[in-house]
């Protein structure tokens, strides 16, 4: 992966959070939470079925061959079943109350509370796999904290003003 695509990718992941967030928060005034779940869960997961089928025919030595071998499907050892149905399990019930969340507030609140998943991320990874993040790391997610803490007393101004 080239130093463009380092930085492109995580742009392009962003920008679809965000119209995602939008979209769900539009959704949030005529569909009921397990619908727009639902939506969600379905264009998810064919998403992933059609990069999953690229990888299979993608060449090695085309453009993005590295970072389309690496999403090659790989069958779970039968330990892994339980923390992947934990993992699911979870999961959906987190997007069943992320999106009922957009209901009660605007999407630029939910998302600052959905920015705690670095901290967890964070917390997780050096406990449970001994992993530190790189200095950089620490100081983008400072950034982004700081962002959302912003966001979050802007938005408490504006309501009492």
């Known amino acids: 992966v080239t130093g463009v ?7 392009c ?3 679809l959070v965000s119209i995602a967030m939008i979209q769900t928060r539009r959704l949030t005034r005529t569909e009921d939470t397990g619908a727009i779940v639902f939506y969600f869960q379905g264009t998810t997961t064919l998403a992933s079925l ?4 690229l990888a299979e025919i993608w060449p090695a030595d ?9 999403q090659s499907w790989i069958w779970p050892q039968s330990d892994h ?3 992947l ?12 109350f992320m999106t009922q969340s957009y ?5 630029s609140i939910v998302a600052c509370f959905d920015y705690t998943s ?3 991320a964070l917390i997780l990874g050096i406990f449970m796999f001994g992993e530190w993040p790189a200095p950089i790391a620490l100081i983008g997610a400072a950034i982004i904290a700081c962002g959302g803490l912003l966001a979050i007393f802007s938005e408490r101004a504006t309501r009492k003003a």
């Open 5 to 11: 695509q380092t930085c492109a990718l995580p742009i």
């Open 13 to 15: 992941g962003a920008a």
């Open 50 to 53: 059609l990069i999953i089928l």
């Open 62 to 70: 085309g453009v993005l061959g590295s970072a389309m071998a690496s």
């Open 81 to 83: 079943w339980w923390p």
């Open 85 to 96: 149905i934990c993992t699911g399990l979870l999961g959906g019930a987190g997007q069943i």
């Open 103 to 107: 209901r009660f507030t605007d999407a």
């Open 118 to 120: 670095m901290i967890w």
